[in-house]
């Protein structure tokens, strides 16, 4: 089974702060996502990384930043973290780009910026 | 760009059948997949469709007519535990082939 587990459930942090989340998946996939999911808004990508060292911008990559360093890890940079930032984020992995693959998901961490 | 419609809520009776609609405008059509995710949970993968025609397994069935541009999910022998929010999602051939989602249905199985 691939099991991608995210660094926290839940997160509380400040305005202002600089906020890391971390993923981490155990069956070598070569893709893995950043998304925010927000009432009434769905799934939105937030940054895509095909391989490592490799990243594109997703649908709204404003005012986040990724690393991927290690080919399990995928991790999500928030600069400055503001208020509108508080979110639901889900990390997902997929095996590769070329061929029909599912994406798998972490459980989610929720994240407030008071 | 890729647009993507589902009803935002449905409700139905345990027992009963359901059928959830998605619709999508977009070029480079490359397959559309449906996703079940409980409150407070991760997504999970239900079913992916490339070809036109009527995909089952087990209570879970999923349709998909290209030309058209539309997909359903049927859910038979509803049980309570099926109440969640269902994620459909299509995938475009080109560029990362990274799948685009569509904002959900929330449906609610009431005894």
């Known amino acids: 089974d691939v099991k991608v587990t995210q660094s926290s459930r839940y997160l509380v942090k400040r305005t202002g702060e600089k906020v890391f989340l971390e993923c981490v998946q155990d069956?070598?996939?070569?893709?893995m996502f950043w998304y925010r999911q927000d009432p009434g808004l769905g799934l939105r990508l937030i940054y895509f990384?095909?391989?490592?060292?490799?990243?594109e911008k997703g649908d709204i990559p404003e005012g986040y930043s990724v690393s991927r360093e290690k080919k399990e890890r995928f991790s999500l940079i928030l600069e400055s973290a503001s208020t509108n930032q508080t979110s639901m984020y889900l990390c997902?992995?997929?095996?590769?780009?070329?061929?029909?693959?599912?994406?798998?998901f972490g459980p989610g961490t929720r994240l407030t910026v008071l | 760009g890729q647009n993507i419609d589902q009803p935002t809520e449905m409700t139905a009776t345990e027992g009963a059948i359901v059928q959830i609609n998605c619709t999508y405008q977009?070029?480079?059509?490359?397959?559309l997949f449906w996703y079940q995710q409980h409150a407070g949970e991760a997504p999970t993968f239900l079913s992916y469709?490339?070809?036109?025609g009527l995909e089952e397994k087990g209570r879970f069935s999923s349709f998909l007519s290209r030309s058209k541009g539309y997909s359903y999910l049927l859910l038979k022998e509803l049980q309570m535990k099926d109440s969640a929010s269902y994620l459909c999602?299509?995938?475009?051939?080109?560029?990362?082939?990274?799948?685009?989602f569509g904002r959900g249905t929330s449906l609610i199985v009431h005894p």
């Open positions: 997902a992995s997929r095996r590769n780009t070329w061929s029909y693959n599912e994406q798998f």
């Open positions: 069956m070598d996939h070569e893709n």
């Open positions: 990384s095909y391989d490592v060292k490799m990243k």
């Open positions: 977009t070029s480079g059509f490359n397959g």
């Open positions: 469709n490339v070809l036109d």
């Open positions: 999602a299509v995938r475009v051939a080109g560029g990362s082939y990274i799948p685009t």
